[in-house]
Nanobody, 122 residues
Framework: QVQLVESGGGLVQPGGSLRLSCVAS????????MGWYRQAPGKQRELVAR????????DYADSVKGRFTISRDNAKNTVYLQMNSLKPEDTAVYYC???????????????WGQGTQVTVSS
């Protein structure tokens, strides 16, 4: 079984910062892309940021460019999201995503964490 566990969410004032972490555990062969998605009430889940295994290829939603930074530590099977200059519109449940190949399989699968709440409010 593969598990993704997020941490680091919480309540922060506008302009503040938070750092999310997500650790992948279980029996797997390799992790390819890792990323963060978010879903606000009444809205669809959207991509926030994604990073490839090498770490030198990243994608960001236009709404977070220049404020959020995604990074990963392959030795720890961990992906991070540093969020600065937070705005009320960043309020959402943030989900970790990883593309993983498990032992004994020739295919890659999408795995998700349970989500962590981020609330930006004064």
């Amino acid at each position: 079984q593969v598990q993704l566990v997020e941490s680091g969410g919480g309540l922060v004032q506008p302009g503040g910062s938070l750092r999310l972490s997500c650790v992948a555990s279980g029996r797997f062969f390799s992790i390819n892309a890792m990323g963060w998605y978010r879903q606000a009430p009444g809205k669809q889940r959207e991509l926030v940021a994604r990073i490839m295994r090498s770490g030198d290829s990243t994608d960001y939603a236009d709404s977070v460019k220049g404020r959020f930074t995604i990074s990963r530590d392959n030795a720890k099977n961990t992906v991070y999201l540093q969020m600065n200059s937070l705005k009320p519109e960043d309020t959402a449940v943030y989900y970790c995503n990883a593309v993983i190949r498990i032992w004994g399989s020739n295919s890659w699968g999408d795995y998700w964490g349970q989500g962590t709440q981020v609330t930006v409010s004064s």
